[in-house]
C-alpha cells in the first residue's frame, strides 16, 4: 500500500497528515517532505493527524522520533492525534510516548503547541 501526505499550516504549526502505511518503503519521502516544510514554511510547531495510518513499522517510528528532535532542537513542540489501535500499540510497546504527548483529536494537539509558544 501507499502514503498520502497532506500539509496545511494553521499560524505557527505545521499538520501534517498520513494516510496508508508509514514503513520503509515511505519513510524517507515523510521526512523530506517534514524537513522541507519546516524550514520553508517557517512553523514552530509540528502536529501530525494519524486518523488514517493503518500501519507502521520501526522506519515510521524513527521518522517521527527524529522530527520530534529536530523540531525541539528549534525551540517547538511535536505532538500526534487521532492515533488507531494497531499504530497505537506499536508506539506504546517502543515507548514512544514517554516523550512524545498525543491528543484524542487535532484541535487539542494544535492548542497545546500554540500555548506552548
Known amino acids: 500500500m501507499s502514503l498520502t501526505v497532506s500539509v496545511r499550516n494553521s499560524r505557527n ?3 501534517i497528515g498520513l494516510v496508508g502505511e508509514l514503513d520503509h518503503h515511505t519513510a524517507t519521502r515523510v521526512r523530506e517532505t517534514i524537513d522541507r516544510e519546516l524550514v520553508g514554511g517557517g512553523a514552530e510547531h509540528l ?3 494519524l486518523a488514517q495510518l493503518d500501519f507502521m513499522d520501526s522506519s515510521g517510528l524513527g521518522v517521527l522520533l527524529g522530527r520530534f528532535k ?3 532542537q528549534n525551540g517547538g513542540k511535536m505532538s500526534l492525534c487521532r492515533i488507531k489501535p494497531s499504530v497505537y500499540r506499536l508506539m506504546e510497546m517502543s515507548g514512544l510516548f514517554k516523550v512524545m504527548p498525543i491528543y484524542e483529536d487535532e484541535h487539542s494537539a494544535i492548542q497545546a503547541c500554540e500555548v506552548a509558544s
Open 47 to 49: 502536529v501530525i493527524n
Open 13 to 15: 504549526v505545521l499538520i
Open 70 to 72: 529536530k523540531v525541539a
